[in-house]
């Protein structure tokens, strides 16, 4: 592409306006290296055999697949010696990771779930990383599971990378939400989608329709009404989309917007809800909010919870920020 911007020269002139620091570049350009490589990992497929179940459950009771520890551990050798980061936490590890004894200490803590929608892997369906950075608290050399407790709002910079027909990266670094194309034949992320801005208003909804009948009631009446199409209260015809990973929702949300909802429904009330608020919902609500979209549980912004625990669930709703607000009256009414 003539006059094509990498995610290399965006850093760098976001170094040079004094908004991001040399760390967060590093931490970043060594962050992407380990998407590239999950990238070419899951296009290799069957092929390098990383297809199917490892065997073992996560922290989450879930069943692993092979790519979640491929991915995880990639994301791991691929930070733990830089010295930008002083721990990281990921939805595969049950407490912080902490760094080897001798590998030097940083400034940032990351935070990821190295391959969202991973049960969409045997079949081929997009998956995706998604990441989170903060602050490490000032003088911890080996931070623990409460030194990752910071709300959204506190983010240095998010971001998700989408293993689909292309391999893209939208970045927050808290100044607009930005899209990027990797170019395998430079190894290159570029510039494709500056400044995303979702449109304020959608007539397409992306919900699990499966757990209808454990859903709230303000989420029964919004889907409900959205059913209804032209001839109900909304006086138009809507679209459904369910992809089972976030990352594919809320990239075409960032494009042509829409609504995401994974919200509280009877059966999960207990764990909190289904999506992860330190490496799935926080990091996601700050690429959306930034992007002009909006955030909730349907009862507060999610960036502005206190996380209690480094696997803290909570209710999603986010997208298109009209919609996103309906829905948030709709609790309130209710
Ligand atoms: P369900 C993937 O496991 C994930 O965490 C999100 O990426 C996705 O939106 C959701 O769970 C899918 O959940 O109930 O459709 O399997």
Same mark, same amino acid.
């Given at each position: 592409?003539?006059?094509?911007i990498s995610l290399k020269q965006y850093l760098a002139d976001e170094l040079r306006k004094g908004n991001i620091d040399a760390d967060l570049v590093g931490l970043l350009s060594d962050t992407m290296t380990a998407?590239?490589?999950?990238?070419?990992?899951?296009?290799?497929?069957?092929?390098?055999?990383?297809?199917?179940? &490892?065997?073992?459950?996560?922290?989450?009771?879930?069943?692993?697949?092979?790519?979640?520890?491929?991915?995880?551990?990639?994301?791991?050798?691929?930070?733990? =010696?830089?010295?930008?980061?002083?721990?990281?936490?990921?939805?595969?590890?049950?407490?912080?990771?902490?760094?080897?004894?001798? &590998?030097?200490?940083?400034?940032?803590?990351?935070?990821?779930?190295?391959?969202?929608?991973?049960?969409? +892997?045997?079949?081929?369906?997009? /998956?995706?990383?998604?990441?989170?950075?903060?602050?490490?608290?000032?003088?911890?050399?080996?931070?623990?599971?409460?030194?990752?407790?910071?709300?959204?709002?506190?983010?240095?910079? &998010?971001?998700?990378? /989408?293993?689909?027909?292309?391999?893209?990266?939208?970045?927050?670094?808290?100044?607009?939400?930005?899209?990027?194309?990797?170019?395998?034949?430079?190894?290159?992320?570029?510039?494709?989608?500056?400044?995303?801005?979702?449109?304020?208003?959608?007539?397409?909804?992306?919900?699990?329709?499966?757990?209808?009948?454990?859903?709230?009631?303000?989420?029964? =009446?919004?889907?409900?009404?959205?059913?209804?199409?032209?001839?109900?209260?909304?006086?138009?015809?809507?679209?459904?989309?369910?992809?089972?990973?976030?990352? &594919?929702? /809320?990239?075409?949300?960032?494009?042509?917007?829409?609504?995401?909802?994974?919200?509280?429904?009877?059966?999960?009330?207990?764990?909190?809800?289904?999506?992860?608020?330190?490496?799935?919902?926080?990091?996601?609500?700050?690429? /959306?909010?930034?992007?002009?979209?909006?955030?909730?549980?349907? =009862?507060?912004?999610?960036?502005? +919870?206190?996380?209690?625990?480094?696997?803290? =669930?909570?209710?999603?709703?986010?997208?298109?920020?009209?919609?996103?607000?309906?829905?948030?009256?709709?609790?309130?009414?209710?």
């Amino acid at each position: 592409m003539a006059n094509a911007i990498s995610l290399k020269q965006y850093l760098a002139d976001e170094l040079r306006k004094g908004n991001i620091d040399a760390d967060l570049v590093g931490l970043l350009s060594d962050t992407m290296t380990a998407c590239k490589q999950i990238s070419y990992d899951l296009s290799q497929g069957a092929l390098m055999g990383i297809l199917g179940m &490892a065997g073992s459950e996560n922290v989450q009771g879930e069943d692993q697949k092979k790519m979640d520890i491929i991915s995880n551990d990639v994301m791991i050798e691929a930070n733990n =010696r830089s010295g930008y980061v002083s721990g990281m936490a990921s939805e595969e590890e049950e407490t912080a990771y902490t760094l080897p004894s001798d &590998a030097p200490r940083g400034k940032y803590m990351l935070l990821f779930d190295p391959l969202d929608g991973s049960s969409n +892997i045997d079949v081929n369906i997009s /998956v995706g990383t998604i990441f989170s950075i903060l602050n490490s608290p000032e003088g911890v050399e080996n931070p623990t599971d409460k030194d990752f407790l910071q709300p959204g709002t506190t983010q240095v910079a &998010a971001g998700a990378v /989408v293993y689909g027909q292309s391999t893209l990266l939208v970045l927050t670094l808290g100044n607009g939400s930005h899209g990027f194309t990797l170019d395998r034949n430079i190894g290159e992320f570029i510039l494709t989608q500056p400044d995303i801005q979702i449109p304020a208003d959608t007539r397409e909804f992306a919900i699990n329709a499966s757990n209808q009948r454990f859903w709230e009631a303000p989420v029964q =009446r919004y889907v409900d009404e959205c059913l209804q199409g032209a001839e109900g209260p909304r006086g138009e015809n809507f679209n459904m989309r369910w992809v089972a990973s976030m990352v &594919a929702e /809320v990239y075409r949300i960032l494009t042509r917007g829409g609504v995401f909802l994974y919200p509280m429904d009877e059966k999960m009330r207990a764990q909190g809800g289904k999506l992860r608020i330190m490496y799935e919902a926080n990091p996601m609500g700050f690429i /959306v909010e930034q992007a002009g979209g909006a955030c909730s549980t349907g =009862r507060e912004r999610i960036m502005e +919870i206190q996380p209690t625990g480094l696997h803290m =669930r909570v209710p999603v709703i986010l997208g298109s920020k009209n919609e996103v607000e309906r829905i948030i009256s709709y609790h309130k009414d209710a």
